[in-house]
């Protein structure tokens, strides 16, 4: 799997554990809910951001590298 594979398959797997966690919230909004997501998702949101910009610079970084040794 290619670095922008991976990254589309992050994404994509991202964007279904939000729209699970919307669904989730409709019947379970309450202080446990509240931490839950504080202490588990938003963490994990931030850390996918760093991720996601990560594989763009390495994606970045294989072209030159390519580049560099034809």
Do not use: I
């Not at 964007?15 to 989730?24: F, S």
């Not at 951001?49 to 294989?62: E, F, P, Q, R």
């Amino acid at each position: 799997m290619g670095v922008y594979e991976g990254r589309g398959l992050l994404s994509k797997s991202m964007k279904n554990l939000q729209a699970r966690w919307a669904e989730a919230q409709l019947g379970w909004n309450d202080e446990a809910a509240a931490h839950f997501e504080k202490k588990y998702l938003e963490p994990l949101q931030s850390d996918f951001k760093s991720a996601m910009s990560a594989m763009d610079h390495v994606a970045v970084t294989l072209v030159q590298v390519r580049r560099d040794c034809e």
